[in-house]
Antibody, heavy 121, light 108 residues
Framework: QLQLQESGPGLVKPSETLSLTCTVS??????????WGWIRQPPGKGLEWIGS???????YYNPSLKSRVTISVDTSKNQFSLKLSSVTAADTAVYYC?????????????WGQGTMVTVSS | EIVLTQSPGTLSLSPGERATLSCRAS???????LAWYQQKPGQAPRLLIY???SRATGIPDRFSGSGSGTDFTLTISRLEPEDFAVYYC?????????FGPGTKVDIK
């Protein structure tokens, strides 16, 4: 059974880069069967898709964040990561990693528990 | 970008009642790539429905999805105590993937 776990600093200073990692267990990050994604949720608010990556390295980003986002895969560690640069208080949120099946009809069916990131000096 | 609108914002019902949640898209959702998620406080979202009408693995059959184009519905036939939560719709037919603002189902 595929499981995902986010990790990274819970506090980031304004203008710095937020870096999170999602560790995949119960399956291979290199599998052609999955897409991997990041979604965030500001406190008390709704969900926002940040971006997704396929094992091949193909990436898809939300245009609203594209200039600041990098998602990458580390096959040696069975992890994928999120980097968000030049953060502000508006980037304070719970960040989730998630996976979806390869087929276009598949939706995000496996989610990590989420990690809270606060942007503050 | 496809904007999703969910109604009502809050639905107050009693256990055993039927819940009908609406999700309307600003433009047609490609191939009915519309999903519904349930989220409880402090938890990650859980996938209920994908492809507008297919139940995800392990989801009880009291949950059903319908609709196409711009209008979609999630129906909970008989509310169980564990169903009181926030429900989000999501379209994943075109980029950027977008979520609706959510409908909170609370106990009357």
């Amino acid at each position: 059974q595929l499981q995902l776990q986010e990790s990274g600093p819970g506090l980031v200073k304004p203008s710095e880069t937020l870096s999170l990692t999602c560790t995949v267990s119960g399956g291979s990050i290199s599998s052609s069967s999955y897409y991997w994604g990041w979604i965030r949720q500001p406190p008390g608010k709704g969900l926002e898709w940040i971006g997704s990556i396929y094992y091949s390295g193909s990436t898809y980003y939300n245009p609203s964040l594209k200039s600041r986002v990098t998602i990458s895969v580390d096959t040696s560690k069975n992890q994928f990561s999120l980097k968000l640069s030049s953060v502000t208080a508006a980037d304070t949120a719970v960040y989730y990693c998630a996976s979806k099946g390869y087929y276009p009809r598949d939706a995000f069916d496996i989610w990590g528990q989420g990690t809270m990131v606060t942007v503050s000096s | 970008e496809i904007v999703l609108t969910q109604s009502p914002g809050t639905l107050s019902l009693s256990p055993g009642e039927r819940a009908t949640l609406s999700c309307r898209a600003s433009q047609s959702v490609s191939s009915s790539y519309l999903a519904w998620y349930q989220q409880k406080p402090g938890q990650a979202p859980r996938l209920l429905i994908y492809g507008a009408s297919s139940r995800a693995t392990g989801i009880p059959d009291r949950f059903s999805g319908s609709g196409s184009g711009t209008d979609f519905t999630l129906t909970i036939s008989r509310l169980e105590p564990e169903d009181f939560a926030v429900y989000y719709c999501q379209q994943y037919g075109s980029s950027p993937l977008t979520f609706g603002p959510g409908t909170k189902v609370d106990i009357k």
